[in-house]
């Protein structure tokens, strides 16, 4: 299902490829390039909000603590194609904000779409899921935003929850719509990516045994150390 809303348009601002590609400000740059209609279709129907849509730079913080973790990550985004089609599961946490958990799932996701674009047809093959949002959402009947997500989290190939476990306890009806569909993922061999401020002790407790199982059970576990490092020198 294609989001209600999609609509195409060219702006060079939200190119991937604008600082490398060799075609930028020729008369081949522009509504009519494959390349960067495909990846708006993929980015404009997987949820990722637009200031994510072109890589940022890739901070670490200056007592290199992270280093290690940061380069774990990158392996991951390297081999992107395999952890995808292996229907892997990677759990990134962190007790601070501001340490590059989303900026690293986002470029992870990126990296996916930088690799199919050129064989996939239209169609959503990605989601980046404001996990609060869904799940204030399950009170609404008349929401967008979960109704797309639920029409398509069965058959894109990789999501990227981002924020689990914000709130302070879930309701039945949330816990019910979390496990159902993370469930039917990881029977089906789908590819998931958490971020957490939540170490896994405090994820247990907080989802409990059943879902906790589905996310951590076998996950690739990545821990950030640091305090907020946005800003920081490269």
Sequence with gaps: MEKPDYTYEFDIEYCCWKAVCGLRNTDRCGVTCPRYTKMHYLLGNSLLPKCWWVPKPFYVNEDSVDFDSHMSCVEIKK???????????????????????????TRMLLAYFSKIWEDTP???RGLFIDSQKLLNDTKRF??????YIMANIA??????????????????PQFDMLFSIINERELNGKANIFTTNKNPEELYKFFGEKLYSRIVRSATIIEFKSADNRGASV
């Design 122 to 124: 239209f169609k959503p």
């Design 79 to 105: 081999d992107i194609l395999n952890f995808v089609k292996e229907g892997r599961q990677l759990l990134i946490y962190s007790r601070s904000s501001g340490t590059g958990k989303t900026h690293m799932s």
């Design 155 to 172: 058959t894109v190939d990789l999501v990227v929850w981002d924020d689990m476990g914000v709130e302070e306890s879930l309701t039945v």
């Design 142 to 147: 008349d929401s967008e935003y979960k109704d």
